[in-house]
């Protein structure tokens, strides 16, 4: 199975296999000022959800920056405001207070300019559409046209290794299937930006571990700027270049880890006493979360 065998995705121009990373430099302390171009800028963002059973503090006072090409890992107890700052962040849910700018723009002004996909904690496939016809639907809206269309989801469900099951309907594939086409789906229009919320949450070890790779391979091969959430601390550390550490809720920031580990890195990584170090700096900030509410 392959998610980068697209021969039209673009190399980083700033990519050069002959200065890797090394892992030696894979721990730091603090974020780095990047020079890159800034996607999030999340600036003090609170969301109280107005219930029937009253207020329900979801995030409180989130600041986050988040440069262009980055992968950062959202990672905290059930309940803490990880999908929240995700559609918050997509313009499906307006903060309270705050200020934030995605891609430099108002949250609203880059949505209506497509800059993000978002690949949903559910595969959120329609079930009465064949998978060719779930791919097709943000197409059709976006007025591609129909050859357009047909060539992309030809494209994308290679890319995710599904070629032959155009005419399937989701109930006829595998929850891991299902949520390949969904990542097909947010890959489709290809937007600068992918929100991830849980895309691999309900597979098995070794297919999570193969679409780990595989999605590190789509990301260190083109431009893309992509925010995951997981409850998993190695997926977490596996992929990112930052890890976002957030307590139970209200959701607020424990602690931002840079991960700098090199950008074509093997699973074999998670042996080394790097990886382990930083695994365990981020099963410390979630004790710390946790404890702070008790
Ligand atoms: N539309 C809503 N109305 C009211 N409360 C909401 C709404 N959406 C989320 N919440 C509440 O906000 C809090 C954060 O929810 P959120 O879905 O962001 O958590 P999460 O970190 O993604 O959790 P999980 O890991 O279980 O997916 C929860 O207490 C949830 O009940
Ligand atoms: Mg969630």
Known sequence: MSIVSDPTVRLRPDDDPSSPAT???AFTIASEPSSRRLVVDAQNISLTFETA??????LSNVSLQIAEGEFVSFIGPSGCGKTTMLRVIADLQQPSSGTLLVN?????NARLARS???VFQAPALFPWRTIEKNLKLPLEIMGFSEADQQQRVERYLSLVNLTGFERKF?????????QRVSIARALSFDPAMLLMDEPFGALDEIVRDHLNEQLLQLWNS???TVLFVTHSIPEAVFLSTKIVVMSPRPGRIIDIIDCNFPRDRSLEIRETPEFLKIAQRVRTGLRAGHSYDE
């Open 104 to 108: 430099g723009m108002s949250a609203e």
């Open 116 to 118: 993000y996909g978002y």
């Open 222 to 224: 083109t431009e893309k």
């Open 23 to 25: 892992v030696d430099s």
């Open 53 to 58: 059973d009253g207020r329900v503090e979801a």
């Open 170 to 178: 989701p109930w006829q594939l595998s929850g891991g299937m299902q």
